[in-house]
């Protein structure tokens, strides 16, 4: 089972669409959760991090899920500009953090 | 603030020369880190380091050195360029890795080597 899994997608949705990503993680270790949101072509940026309480950002909202160790990531009003893959990210303590990336969700947003 | 600079952007090597990938950081970040991204692979991480002078492999070290003489400089190393390696490098640093301190990223590296 790999650490980080996330589905592909493409997952394509019209504007204004809610949509909801889940990421699984198999070490029950793991200690900080964040999603980031990468553009064809450019570097990934951090979108928000991921608490066990729920956080929320405008029209996007993490859950942390330990028990079934899972993070979801639910955009609602999708926009065009919403179109990018979304990556999770999970740290776990070796020594040091070490952050492993799930191999991302693809988002399409189309009008 | 420029953040985190890599440089080059785009380089083409031949198979066995070596270059080394430059990634700076003006924001005091003691963790730094190089990944590589390849379709359908995802991000891997090559090396990381938590500080001057401490640097430890990834998933992916073989073919690459790291060293970490400045909290701001961590150059990455291709010793000899295998068609393997063409990927996406991205040079990543956070300020500390035990809390829920995120990364940002450099813009990143096209490398292919024929």
């Known amino acids: 089972r790999k650490e980080v899994e996330q589905d592909p997608g493409p997952f394509n949705v019209p504007e204004g669409a809610t949509v909801a990503f889940n990421c699984t993680y198999s070490?029950?270790?793991?200690?900080?959760f964040f999603w980031y949101r990468q553009d064809c072509r450019k570097e990934p940026k951090l979108l928000m991090s991921v608490y066990s309480s729920g956080n929320e950002d405008g029209r996007f909202t993490a859950q942390l899920n330990r028990a079934s160790q899972y993070i979801s990531l639910l955009i609602r009003d999708s926009k065009l500009s919403d179109s990018a893959t979304y990556l999770c990210v999970v740290n776990t303590l070796r020594g040091s953090y070490i952050p492993t990336f799930g191999r991302g969700t693809s988002l399409i947003v189309h009008p | 603030n420029a953040g985190v600079t890599q440089t080059p952007k785009f380089q083409v090597l031949k198979t066995g020369q070596s270059m080394t990938l430059q990634c700076a950081q003006d924001?005091?970040?003691?963790?730094m880190s190089w990944y590589r991204q390849d379709p359908g692979m995802g991000l891997r991480l090559i090396h990381y380091s938590v500080g001057a002078g401490i640097t430890d492999q990834g998933e992916v070290p073989n073919g690459y050195n790291v060293s970490r003489s400045t909290t701001e400089d961590f150059p990455l190393r291709l010793l000899s360029a295998a068609p393997s390696q063409t990927s996406v490098y991205f040079c990543?640093?956070?300020?500390?890795?035990?809390?829920?301190?995120?990364?940002?990223f450099g813009s990143g590296t096209r490398l292919t080597v024929v």
């Open positions: 990543a640093s956070s300020y500390g890795v035990q809390t829920n301190y995120g990364y940002t």
């Open positions: 070490n029950s270790a793991s200690q900080s």
């Open positions: 924001m005091n970040h003691e963790y």
